[in-house]
């Protein structure tokens, strides 16, 4: 089969003919329909920031495909099925799995970091993590739901436990912000400011619900947000950029007893605010990473059913020999897209 793989850092992704994937016990092979690109590709291949464990490597964790093969003991499932993947492999018996964690699982590995993932025609997943794809969704948005719409569904749903009528701000309007945004407002928050440093990334986030935005290269958000809020400041704050400073003013610009959610990925150190204000005004800052099978369930269903539409989210298709070129547009955000999607 054809694969894009990761040699090292820096260097292009090759697109060259490897073995396909025969599926382990418990595993199925999906026929690659679709798959994402994400930011976390970027770190990998430009940054290093996520390491892989191996090299070569087949990368790509958000995809969508049809079940090709089964292996042994697999149930519930037919060669033919349409279905999502994700890319959190779990034990499914340490304490994080066993309170439902799975996302954190003590011994977790990503597909596509410690796996091989989906850039390829085809993949091998293991059977528990697959969502069956209504068959109202394409692919292709299929694809993206299990990471740029599951991740900020995760972070507003059950880390930042949003309350409908809540003030949110959503700290970077990209490929996470701005489902982040969607979803704030199908969830009834009261007021949403969206913030970014592009214009184009703004009026998008008008588009899909935002009630206002800042545009931080050019105005103070700290100073927009407490004015939109009468000073007070937001119930809930989403940081998805990954930088200190956005970290910092996700904190900076909450409410007394309001929650700043950290979803961006970066390499810095987090500063926030001294002791003395953190403490005193009872702020919580907490981590969110990734989701579960059943968040992606749930997905699909807000999708099928009509309430959430992410059709506008894919910027570009692209086929797997057009990889390296879907990375560069997205590393030199180059138009300002959302998600580009390889398509088989």
């Known amino acids: 089969m054809k694969a894009a793989r990761f040699y090292k850092v820096g260097q292009p992704l090759v697109v060259e003919e490897i073995p396909s994937p025969r599926p382990a016990r418990g595993e199925v092979v999906l026929k690659v329909k679709a798959c994402g690109i994400c930011g976390s590709d970027i770190h990998i291949v430009y940054e290093g920031v996520t390491p892989t464990s ?3 490597m087949t990368i790509g964790h958000e ?10 003991d697999v149930q519930g499932w037919e060669v033919g099925d349409r279905v999502v993947a994700s890319c959190i492999v779990s034990c499914g018996q340490c304490l994080n799995c066993l309170s439902g964690n799975q996302q954190i699982c ?23 993590n697959l969502a069956r794809l209504a068959d109202e969704i ?4 299929g694809a993206i739901l ?13 880390r930042g436990r949003l309350v409908p009528g809540e003030t949110v701000a959503v700290i970077g309007c ?9 979803l704030a407002r199908i969830f009834a928050a009261g007021m949403i400011i969206g913030v970014d440093v592009s214009g184009v990334a703004l009026e998008r986030a008008k588009s899909r619900g935002a009630d206002m935005v800042c545009r931080a290269d050019q ?11 009468r000073g007070l400041g937001v119930d809930l704050s989403l940081e998805c950029v990954g930088q200190k400073e ?12 309001g929650r700043a959610v950290a979803v961006g990925l970066g390499a810095e150190n987090i500063t926030t605010l001294p002791p003395t204000e953190f403490v005193r005004r009872e702020v919580e800052l907490r981590g969110s990473y990734a989701f579960t099978v059943r968040e992606i369930e749930e997905l699909i269903r807000l999708v099928a059913g009509g309430k959430l539409d992410i059709s506008s989210s894919i910027s570009k298709r692209i086929t797997l020999d057009e990889i390296n070129q879907g990375l560069e547009v997205l590393h030199k955000k180059i138009g300002d897209p959302i998600r580009i999607v390889v398509t088989m």
Do not use: M, W
């Open 54 to 56: 191996f090299q070569p």
């Open 63 to 72: 995809f969508s495909g049809e079940i090709a093969e089964l292996g042994e």
């Open 106 to 128: 003590l011994q977790r590995r990503t597909i596509g970091v410690h796996l091989n993932g989906g850039l390829a025609e085809y993949a091998s997943v293991p059977a528990k």
């Open 138 to 141: 394409p692919y292709d948005q």
């Open 146 to 158: 299990t990471d740029a719409v599951a991740t900020p569904y995760h972070a507003i749903t059950r």
């Open 174 to 182: 990209g490929g996470l912000g701005i489902h982040a945004v969607q």
């Open 219 to 229: 105005e103070d958000p700290l100073e927009i947000i407490k004015e939109a809020t």
């Open 246 to 257: 956005t970290i910092g003013l996700s904190v900076a610009c909450l409410r007394p007893g």
